[in-house]
């Protein structure tokens, strides 16, 4: 197993934990949710295949589910935002290609890139997950609201996360 592989193991492990130990747990003011798991769908290595993504989206989306009693709502929005990740990543590229076996990251990227890479995502799977768990167009405001709200929060955990990921030198599979 390669040294992403197991980085890729052990962040799925911390963010479940953190996702249903502590931030499940966190409703500020009954709109916003930070959503920390989605880290690990956003940290998998460029050259990853898109079906490979969404197998590992459909099981970060259904092990939330599963502790959370919403069958399928995250699972819909992470395969979601496996399958348009490498859409996003061709949208925010900076140069032609990405080194498939590299990871992104704030370190190896920079932090604007980062950001509007984490900005789009997280807005994306917010977006799906809300609407799908709020299906009406009574509440749409309170849910565009809680929508961006949430994808605020979420995106200040993924920026501050980035600082705590061990980064390697040459960013690549071994």
Same mark, same amino acid.
């Given at each position: 197993m390669s040294s992403n592989s197991i980085k890729i193991v052990i962040l799925f492990i911390v963010c479940m934990l953190l996702q249903l130990l502590i931030f499940n747990n966190l409703q500020i003011s009954g709109f916003i949710n930070p959503y920390a798991y989605i880290l690990v769908i956003l940290t998998l290595p460029f050259g990853l295949s898109t079906p490979l993504t969404m197998v590992?989206? $459909?099981?970060?989306?259904?092990?939330?589910? $599963?502790?959370c009693n919403t069958p399928g709502m995250h699972a819909f929005a992470c395969v979601l935002i496996g399958y348009l990740r490498q859409y996003v990543l061709k949208f925010i590229a900076f140069r032609e290609e990405y080194k498939s076996d590299s990871l992104p990251s704030m370190n190896t990227y920079g932090l604007i890139w980062y950001a509007k890479y984490a900005a789009i995502m997280v807005v994306i799977h917010h977006f799906a997950l809300f609407f799908i768990e709020q299906f009406d167009s009574l509440f749409f405001w309170p849910t565009l609201l809680r929508i961006i709200l949430s994808s605020i929060v979420t995106i200040i955990f993924l920026l501050v996360a980035q600082f705590f990921i061990p980064r390697d030198g040459a960013a690549s599979i071994d």
């Open positions: 590992v989206a $459909l099981v970060s989306g259904l092990t939330i589910d $599963l502790f």
